[in-house]
C-alpha cells in the first residue's frame, strides 16, 4: 500500500468544508479553535503529534469540545507550562484518548493542514503572552535559578574558544574562576563558627610552614604575606568574630587566586551569581527552550519520505523500509498526518524561528 493508504482521507462530510472559529476561553489568553459545522467533531492525533513542537501536549490547546474529552482548561495550561519547562530539544508525541484518535482518522490531508495554522496561531498566543510569560519566568526562577537580568553570560563552550583565540587583555575562563572563587568565598562566611575556626588554623599552619620552606621564591613571600596577617587578626576570634570572619576569608580568597580586597570580593561574588543566573535562563528561558523545539521539528520534518510504502501485519500498518521502521515516534506521525500539513507545520515554524 503507497503513502495513499493512510489514514486520513475520508471526510465527516463530503459536502461541507470546515470552517475556523476562534472561542476566547479566559486561558491567559488562549483560544480554542473549533473546525467544522455542527456533527463534525475533528480531533487531530497526528498533528498534534508534531504541532505540539515538543511543548509536552501544546496543540491541545485546539479542539472542539474539551468537556467530552474530560479536559479542563488547568489540562491544558498544564500541558503547555510543562511543555516548555523541559529544555532539551527532543519532540515529543502526547497522549490523547482513543475518541480524539478516532476523529483525526476522518480529517483529509487538506483539512489537516488547514488545521495547523489554527493549532500553531492558539500556540502562539498563549506561549507569548504576558500571563504565561511570567509564570514560566517566576518556575524556572525558583526550579534553575534562571533570570533574565539582560547581561552577557559566556557559555563554558564560547569561553573554550575564546580561550583557543585569545585577545589582549581578554581571559573568559580566569574571570570566570575569579567569579566562582568570590562566590564561594562568600559563602564561608555562613558556615558554623567552630569550624571556620578550625580552618583557620589549618590555614594558618599552611602560611607558616610555606612561608619557612617553599622553593619558590614568589610563592614564599606570598605565604609570609598571609601568615603575618592571620597572626594579626588571631585575637579578633574573641573580640570581634565577624570582624576576624571577614578578615580570615579575604586571606583564603587571595591564597586562592581570588580577589585580593573586600570590595573587589563583593563586587564579583554578586556579579558572578547575575551572570549563573542569566546563563540559566539562557537555557530554561521560553525563547531557547522553543527555538531548540522549533529547530527539531524543521530538521525532522525535512527527513520524512511521504512516498514511503505500507503494509499491513499483524492488524497494524507497518513501514515497508526497516530503516523507516525505525524512526522516531514524531517521524513516523508525520507521516501519517501527511505532506501538507507537515510542510504547513515546518513553514510555520520557520516564520516563528525569525521573530525568536
Known amino acids: 500500500m503507497g503513502a495513499a493508504g493512510r489514514p486520513g ?36 492525533k497526528t498533528l498534534i503529534a508534531f504541532l505540539t513542537l515538543g511543548a509536552g501536549g501544546l496543540a491541545l490547546a485546539w479542539q472542539f469540545d474539551p468537556s467530552r474529552l474530560a479536559l479542563t482548561q488547568k489540562d491544558l495550561e498544564t500541558r503547555v507550562s510543562g511543555g516548555l519547562r523541559d529544555e532539551s530539544s527532543e519532540l515529543q508525541v502526547p497522549w490523547l484518548t482513543p475518541q480524539t484518535a478516532k476523529a483525526a482518522k ?36 525558583l526550579g534553575h535559578k534562571a533570570v533574565d537580568h539582560g547581561i552577557q553570560a559566556y557559555t563554558q563552550e564560547e569561553m573554550v574558544q575564546m580561550a583557543m583565540k585569545p585577545k589582549p587583555g581578554v581571559d573568559p575562563i580566569a574571570d570566570m574562576q575569579k567569579k566562582m572563587m568570590a562566590q564561594g568565598t562568600m559563602q564561608l562566611r555562613s558556615m558554623p563558627f567552630d569550624a571556620m575556626k578550625m580552618m583557620y588554623e589549618d590555614s594558618l599552619k599552611s602560611w607558616t610552614r ?51 580586597t573586600e570590595e573587589e570580593l563583593v563586587k564579583l561574588a554578586n556579579q558572578g551569581k547575575l551572570e549563573e543566573e542569566q546563563r540559566a535562563y539562557n537555557t530554561y528561558g521560553w525563547k531557547p527552550v522553543l527555538r531548540k523545539k522549533l529547530q527539531a521539528l524543521v530538521k525532522e520534518a525535512a527527513t520524512v519520505d511521504f512516498a514511503a510504502q505500507t503494509t499491513e501485519a ?28 507537515t510542510v504547513a507545520a515546518s513553514e510555520f515554524a520557520k516564520a516563528w524561528l525569525k521573530e525568536l
Open 9 to 44: 482521507g475520508s471526510r465527516a462530510d463530503e459536502g461541507v468544508r470546515p470552517t475556523v472559529e476562534i472561542y476566547p476561553t479566559g486561558l491567559n489568553g488562549l483560544v480554542v479553535y473549533n473546525c467544522g459545522t455542527a456533527g463534525i467533531t475533528m480531533k487531530i
Open 106 to 141: 476522518a480529517l483529509s490531508e487538506a483539512d489537516r493542514a488547514q488545521a495547523v495554522q489554527a493549532l500553531g496561531t492558539a500556540m502562539k498566543a498563549f506561549v507569548t503572552s504576558e500571563a504565561f510569560q511570567k509564570a514560566h519566568a517566576e518556575s524556572i526562577r
Open 210 to 260: 610555606k612561608a619557612q620552606t617553599a622553593s619558590n621564591p614568589a610563592a614564599k613571600a606570598k605565604a609570609q604575606k598571609l601568615a603575618a596577617r592571620a597572626q594579626e587578626i588571631q585575637p579578633w576570634i574573641t573580640s570581634k568574630p565577624e570582624e576576624f570572619k571577614k578578615a580570615y576569608t579575604l586571606l583564603y580568597s587571595i591564597d586562592n587566586d581570588g580577589p585580593g
Open 314 to 341: 499483524a492488524g497494524r500498518k507497518k513501514l515497508v523500509n526497516p530503516a523507516y521502521e525505525k524512526k522516531s515516534a514524531v517521524w513516523k506521525a508525520m507521516f501519517r498526518a501527511g505532506q501538507a500539513p
